[in-house]
């Protein structure tokens, strides 16, 4: 009697604790832990994403200025002791070069090997140059005459050493239209003129408008820039020479 009295005291349907009760709300606990640990993880290996990105950017951008820093240093070379381009302001080479046309000048070429005749040269502007025009730094003329040579005129033409010079590159109206200077200095011409040692005689294609050695004079072999290698512009008449 008494223990049913006590029977009917609990509460109906109260179900007995489970074994291991508290270890199921240990397990939530572990889940939460694992949750964060997870969590954890997963930041981690955001924020290494992120670094690493960082430093490949720092890396890309150090290799990108080092190739400009050489580029320009390798283009500061090649202008300085290599190649040099040029823009022709007059006619005096004319129709070999216009007016306009940009021109590629090889200044190792003489270092390599002597000038030769017809070669096209850039020069240092002579100081007796006083021809019209505004003054410019370099000129560009046809080697004509080397070192040693004896140079002298007739019936308009050019003779080497008593040999007519042979000119392809001058038109056929200019064929015969080279002529003395003005002055009655001996490089004028009126006389057979020889070339000093170290200087070069030079003259424009354009016989009847150029100013060259027969106005001022030989050119020294120190004073030249460079050979003219190439007509780089305009494009319808690149041509290398």
Known sequence: MDAEEQRADEPAGAAPPAPGGDGGAGALGVGGAAGDRGAGTGSGEAGGSGEHTEERSRHWALELGGVVVVAVVVAILLRTFVVATFSIPSLSMYPTLQVGDRIVVDKLAYHLHGVGTGDIVVFATPPDEDCAGPPVADLVKRVIGLPGQTLS?????????????????????????????????????????RVPSGDVYVMGDNRTESCDSRYWGPVPESSIVGKVDMRIWPLNRLHFF
Do not use: K
């Open 153 to 193: 005129l007739g019936s308009g033409r050019v003779y080497v050493n008593g040999n007519l010079l042979p000119e392809p590159w001058l038109t056929a109206a200019m064929a015969d239209q080279t002529f003395p200077g003005p002055s009655g200095a001996p490089y004028s011409l009126h006389q057979p003129y």
